[in-house]
Structure formats: C-alpha cells, structure tokens
C-alpha cells in the first residue's frame, strides 16, 4: 500500500461518518509532516451551512492546529475531487498538494469541469494526484444515493 492509499484511507474513515448521520459520504484528511493534523467530512446538512464541504472544516482545523492559515508543506486527500469553492480554498490556504479519489464530472473544481488549483494565473498553484482509491470512494457515494433515493420512494409510496 502507498503512502497516498493509506492516507486515503483515513479520508475514507471520515466519509464513512458522514454517510452515518446522513451526510454525503465524503471525508478529508490533511496531512503536516507525515501526521494527520485535520480530519473532517461533510456537515452541511448537521450545521446547516452551504460551506461545511469536508475540505473547508479540514482546511479550517488545519490553520487552528499549525495556528496560521499558509498551508505550506501539507497535503489534503479527500474522497472525491473538490468542488470550485474548495479548489478556491486550497489555493488561498497555499496547500502544496491535493490528492482525491474520485471525479465529480458534474460539479468538480479541480480536474473535470475546472482546473483551478492547476491555474497558472493565480498567484498559488497545488500538485494535483488524481484516482486514488477512485472505485471504493465512488462506490461510498453510489451507495449513499440509491439508499437514499430508495428510502425517498418508501415515504411517497407509504
């Protein structure tokens, strides 16, 4: 296993809590110095708030643990590619690197429909690894949506 699988795996731990309490099941785990210094997964729905994507509360949780916001020398993995507003905020939190699971062909900020972090008109740019552990966090959000559309067809049918 490789050092991004493992990591990844933690970033799976987190989506798995998510899913748990409702939540899309999608984690994120940051990584200071080969040590987990943030973990997170979605919460958007628990707080309610638009920006409790994984990423924004990981990438907060970071800056509080180093106790300042330039993310230098640290690396994100998150399940599935991050949206613009998280691509936003890895570039104004200066992480060096971004490794994600699988593609959001509808709604991704990093490599599907945008390549923000990889933007070489912005003043930071972040290393971008792509598809790791790609099927098994695809499969978490596959299951999420077919037990929740089917849990949707009980309470119209009932």
């Known amino acids: 296993m ?5 990591y990844m795996g933690k970033a799976i731990e987190e989506a798995k809590k998510a899913a748990a309490i409702g939540e899309i099941p999608i984690g994120a785990v940051i990584i200071y110095k080969k040590k987990a210094i943030a973990r997170a997964h979605n919460l958007r729905e628990t707080l309610p708030s638009a920006t409790a994507h994984a990423e924004i509360l990981a990438i907060e949780e970071a800056c509080r643990v180093l106790s300042r916001w330039r993310l230098t020398d ?3 993995y998150v399940t599935a590619e991050p949206c613009p507003m998280c691509a936003g905020a890895v570039v ?10 699988c593609p959001d ?9 945008y390549t923000i972090v990889e933007d070489e ?3 930071h740019r972040a290393q971008v690894t792509a598809g790791v552990r790609a099927d098994e966090c695809a499969d978490l959000l596959k299951k999420f949506f077919q037990k929740r559309r089917a849990d949707n067809t009980k309470t119209v049918s009932e």
């Not at 490789?2 to 493992?6: A, G, H, K, S």
């Not at 104004?92 to 699971?101: A, E, K, M, P, Q």
């Not at 062909?105 to 429909?113: A, E, I």
């Open 2 to 6: 490789t050092q991004d699988e493992f």
């Open 74 to 76: 640290c690396t994100l």
């Open 92 to 101: 104004n939190s200066r992480l060096d690197r971004i490794v994600y699971g």
């Open 105 to 113: 062909p509808k709604g991704g900020g990093t490599r599907s429909l």
């Open 121 to 123: 008109r912005l003043n």
